[in-house]
């Protein structure tokens, strides 16, 4: 006599459905958190440099660099020292950035400093930011991006 619900040796089933709902929604609440927690991912500073640019670049390392800071007001504020204690400011020409005055700024430093690093307030534009960049690379052997 058979009992119901009981199966011999021989009749074990191997046909069964895998419930993967579950492993999809814990992807799913991964993958928000790694969007997530990436937003708050920011970068210290960028090496902007051009390769090849000149053989005394890694002697920028022994000074400290000149902080260019590019502020809403378009003005700059240059740092130089190790602790930024030299601050220099360069006001805006007419509400405009004064680039020739940073350019001179930067051609008295040239001796003192071997690296420079671009920061920029939020509201500066990244076109003003590059320009500013490519003056100090006129005047210092390597210029980064920092404080983004």
């Known amino acids: 006599m058979k009992k119901k619900g009981f199966l011999k040796h021989g009749e074990f089933e191997q046909d069964f459905e895998l419930n993967i709902a579950s492993i999809?929604?814990?992807?799913?609440?991964?993958?928000?958190?790694?969007?997530?927690?990436?937003?708050?991912?920011?970068i210290g500073i960028i090496d902007a440099e051009?390769?090849?640019?000149?053989?005394?670049?890694?002697?920028?390392?022994?000074?400290?660099?000149?902080?260019?800071?590019?502020?809403?007001?378009?003005?700059?504020?240059?740092?130089?020292?190790?602790?930024g204690q030299h601050v220099t400011k360069i006001a805006a020409?007419?509400?405009?950035?004064?680039?020739?005055?940073?350019a001179g700024s930067l051609d008295s430093l040239k001796e003192e400093a071997k690296s420079a690093i671009v920061v920029a307030d939020n509201s500066v534009s990244?076109?003003?930011?590059?320009?500013?960049?490519?003056?100090?690379?006129?005047?210092?052997?390597?210029v980064n991006l920092g404080g983004f």
């Open 50 to 83: 051009v390769a090849g640019a000149s053989d005394d670049a890694p002697a920028a390392v022994d000074t400290a660099p000149v902080v260019i800071e590019l502020k809403a007001d378009h003005s700059f504020v240059l740092k130089t020292g190790s602790f």
């Open 24 to 42: 999809i929604d814990c992807f799913v609440v991964l993958i928000a958190f790694v969007l997530v927690s990436t937003s708050f991912f920011s």
């Open 126 to 142: 990244y076109r003003d930011v590059m320009a500013s960049m490519e003056v100090a690379k006129g005047k210092i052997a390597q």
């Open 93 to 102: 020409r007419n509400a405009a950035w004064n680039f020739d005055r940073l």
